[in-house]
């Protein structure tokens, strides 16, 4: 059986950046990817803002995370001609009810650590932004967009440049501890390998993979639920110039429905949170009213007629409708007598924007456990 170091499951933007990571200081690393390319599931389907780091729990890794990652996000860009644009966003009051709620997330983005917010009053907004509506926003001029397929190709290739292995039609389909080693084997090819260390990073199915190694993922609280996000496009040239989103209600799971702009400038708004049961990445033309709706409370003069179905994309979430937000789980399993199983569980948003940073914290995790 082949003997390999580190073994990474699944190729989206995290598995790539790990691979990235840690391609600069190890050999005999394999990446196993189920799909006949990388990026194929939610690394793809989302809306590629690189976040600031307003809104997350203080201290908790989605803060902590996405704080780096931004910032070494942008300096991979320049760096290597990754295309972005530091857009700008602004969270808009659209009444004086939500006053309070804008000064206490410029409070919350601040003590997180993100950089140069502002509010902005009704005259700032209408020299930045005539089109919005709002009485109030909070301005957050680092927030931007990237091109995560670039960034994507960007890994890949100085992984593969420092010796990485990709076996893509690769799919784990066993994951067994023995001695000292992991067996990890593969649908496709019916093939086995023996690996040190295995990072799991198989997004929607990552729960799954920790099931496949002995854990009880309903105990340890790792089940994932599916929160499906939709996107309508909007067929006219955009009124805005920045990322406008809705002030956030505590029963909202996503941030509520907002515009973004993809790197041609085209607006998307979206995407609205739907738990669902398995992945199925249809839009569903009648939720467009209620897009159009969501839509004119932040950007009034849109027309219902340019709304049109786009695409959807999967959160890997930990906690139900309703429930608490969690955390990222990013776990060395020693504890459970698994170590060298590296679980990266409900890395939903910001994973894009904090990838590097995840690449560095699993990093540190693999140095100590000396190979
Ligand atoms: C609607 C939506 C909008 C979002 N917007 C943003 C945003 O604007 N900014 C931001 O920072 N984040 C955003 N996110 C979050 C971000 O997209 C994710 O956090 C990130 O893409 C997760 O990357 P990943 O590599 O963990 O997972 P994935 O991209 O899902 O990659 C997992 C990989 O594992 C593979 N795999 C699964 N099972 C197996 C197996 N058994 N064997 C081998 N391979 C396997 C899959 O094929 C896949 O390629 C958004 C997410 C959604 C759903």
Redesign the pocket.
């Given at each position: 059986m082949d003997e390999v170091k580190i073994t990474i499951?699944?190729?989206?933007?995290?598995?790539l950046a790990i691979a990235a990571e840690l391609s600069s200081k190890y050999d005999s690393i394999v990446a196993?990817?189920?799909?006949n390319t990388?990026?194929?599931?939610?690394?793809s389907?989302?809306?590629?803002?690189?976040?600031a780091g307003i809104y997350y729990q203080e201290g908790s890794l989605k803060a902590r995370l996405c704080i780096e990652g931004a910032q070494r996000l942008y300096e991979l860009c320049e760096i290597n001609s990754i295309p972005h644009k530091r857009l700008g966003k602004l969270i808009v009051a659209t009444d004086q009810s939500e006053l309070p709620v804008i000064e206490e997330l410029l409070k919350k983005g601040e003590r997180n650590g993100a950089r140069d917010l502002k509010l902005l009053s009704k005259n700032e907004i209408g020299k930045l932004e005539p089109h919005t509506n709002a009485v109030a926003a909070l301005y957050s001029p680092d927030t931007g967009i990237i091109d995560s397929h670039s960034l994507m190709k960007h890994f890949h290739t100085v992984s593969e440049s420092n010796g990485v292995l990709f076996a893509f039609n690769?799919?784990?389909?066993i994951l067994e501890k023995e001695d000292d080693w992991f067996i990890v084997g593969v649908r496709q090819e019916n093939y086995k390998l023996k690996s040190k260390v295995v990072i799991n990073?198989?997004?929607?199915?990552s729960d799954?993979?920790a099931n496949m190694a002995g854990i009880d993922i309903e105990k340890n609280k790792y089940k994932l639920k599916y929160c499906k996000?939709s996107y309508f496009s909007y067929a006219e040239p955009s009124p805005v110039k920045m990322l406008v989103y809705p002030v956030p209600h505590d029963q909202l799971t996503g941030l509520g429905v907002h515009a973004t702009l993809d790197m041609g400038g085209r607006l998307r708004f979206g995407?609205d949170t739907e738990y669902v049961d398995h992945i199925d990445y249809k839009v569903d033309i009648n939720k467009k009213g209620m897009f159009y709706k969501g839509a004119l409370k932040i950007i009034p003069g849109l027309h219902e007629d340019s709304f049109v179905p786009d695409m959807?994309?999967?959160?890997?979430k930990l906690q139900g409708p309703g429930e608490k937000t969690r955390d990222f789980i990013i776990a060395e399993e020693s504890d459970k007598k698994l170590n060298g199983l590296i679980n990266?569980i409900g890395?939903?948003?910001?994973?894009?924007?904090?990838?590097p940073a995840i690449a560095k914290m699993v990093s540190g995790i693999v140095d100590n456990l000396k190979i």
């Open positions: 499951i699944g190729a989206g933007v995290a598995g196993l990817e189920k799909h990388f990026g194929q599931e939610t690394s389907r989302n809306s590629e803002v690189v976040h690769s799919e784990v389909e990073c198989a997004g929607l199915a799954h993979i996000g995407p959807a994309g999967i959160r890997p990266l890395i939903e948003s910001p994973g894009l924007t904090a990838a």
